[in-house]
């Protein structure tokens, strides 16, 4: 398997996305944001039809749309009773607009498809280059404000009142999570996308006892469920995001029952 | 001899659209007072607190912290907190989140003594690996305390911090903050309804009513005194 170097990159790449969406999910899940996150990866597939319309590479049209939307839904959802309506909204007119993009840059639907479930074959060693700097850049970013996410993300009462600037870290995170998603999108595709960025985290949540505990457990269940991913999806030929999808799903599952056992004892 | 003021609010006024909520209050908080802030719901007693803490900026007048803003640290113990019961949060974890600042994400071994000095102090060192989603209602108010307390505040708000606690659980964290207030000379703003227990704790109160406030030693204040305040 790994004389190919197609798998050698998609291995590569796959590992970078679990390390990032590891930790970066248990953000997400500690900021209740899993519906936010599904939508920035609808925002990334109208990005990277945007992309190929515009004669970019796909990650560059993401990276745009993300960016600029996570900026705005930030702003728009700053009140969170708003945060749900305001959502599905912009996630309906992005869907909307990568189906016009598409449309126009005269694609065909497997075109569409790649975008949408992600594709190992396409990833050269340059995309994987990429991704390993953009994903730096996050961790870096994550590392130097580490201390003010973790008490906004568990304690967002505490960190206002602290006089933390909460709103300032709440876009911060939103562009760190554009980032994330434009990353993860290329193994995953940007349908599949928030599996990773979700579900490890919230499995995690039920057996960790720490939050560091959290990080490093959702990191393992995320590379558990892309290298089985991808060694099952070589030797079946069956696509990729769906071994992972059902993989970090059961894990998901497993968790919520283990959790109803402990409380029913 | 009389302690130094900690905090003046001068001719303190906020004002919501077409809706004063209080007006021209002055007081003057001194190290080591027990204030009890009295008064029925709608009347101000949160809006003053958020004014305090600089969350909220007068209409008019001003709060002044003394000698100066940075020498005065404040705790801030709120009744709720939106905690996920399910959150794999320690009660060591919470009250060490209060720790920020551009530092490594680990806390270093002088922080975690202290979040350990005051885990001992509040009487959590026993539970501190438990989840504080796990812990009953009176051990996350300790747990609220404590995180509020690891900064070493010299001003501890207590906003409704007891009122939905048991007498038993009530009387525990108060005879707490008592003997912290006592120790370590900690200013302490308690805003409650709970008249008895202001009596039992406080050296002074401030009673906010529609029509203005009233303050004084705590002997002054009577639950009669509250309703009549309360019926202007």
Partial sequence: ?265 | MTAAPILKLEHLGVTFPNHPVFSDLNLTIRQGEFWSIVGKNGVGKTTLMRTVLHQLRPTHGQVAYLPAANDVKIGYVPQFRNIDADYPLTMRDFVGLNLTGWKWPWLSRKEREKVQTILKRTGLEAIANRPIGQASGGEKQKAYLAQALVEAPNLLILDESTASLDPVTKTELLDLVIELNKSLHLTVLFVTHDIPMARKYSSQYLMLTPNGAEQGPISGLTQEKVWEGENV
């Fill in chain 1, 1 to 265: 398997m790994f004389s190919y170097e197609f798998m050698r990159n998609a291995f590569a790449a796959g590992t970078i996305i679990a390390i990032i969406c590891g930790i970066m999910g248990v953000f997400v899940i500690a900021r209740n944001m899993s519906f936010l996150t599904h939508t920035l990866s609808e925002i990334g597939f109208s990005g990277a039809a945007f992309g190929v319309f515009a004669g970019w590479a796909p990650l560059n049209g993401m990276l745009l749309f993300t960016v600029v939307s996570s900026v705005i839904v930030g702003q728009l959802s700053a009140r969170s009773e708003r945060r749900e309506a305001a959502t599905s909204a912009i996630s309906a007119l992005f869907i909307g607009m990568g189906i016009l993009f598409l449309s126009l840059a005269n694609k065909n639907a497997s075109y569409a498809t790649s975008i949408l479930f992600g594709s190992v074959i396409g990833i050269s060693a340059g995309d994987v280059q990429q991704m390993l700097w953009l994903s730096l850049l996050v961790l870096l970013v994550v590392f130097v404000i580490y201390r003010f996410l973790k008490f906004d993300s568990f304690d967002h009462t505490g960190a206002r009142v602290k006089g933390l600037w909460t709103n300032t870290l709440s876009v911060t995170f939103l562009v760190l999570l554009a980032l994330s998603v434009s990353v993860a999108a290329q193994i995953v595709g940007s349908l599949l996308i928030f599996i990773l960025l979700t579900l490890p985290a919230a499995t995690a949540k039920y057996f960790a006892h720490t939050v560091g505990g959290m990080m490093v457990l959702a990191i393992a269940l995320a590379l558990i469920g892309v290298w089985s991913g991808l060694t099952l999806s070589y030797v079946t030929n069956y696509p990729v995001s769906f071994f992972i999808a059902a993989i970090e799903a059961i894990f998901y599952f497993i968790a919520l029952g283990w959790q109803k056992l402990q409380t029913a004892e």
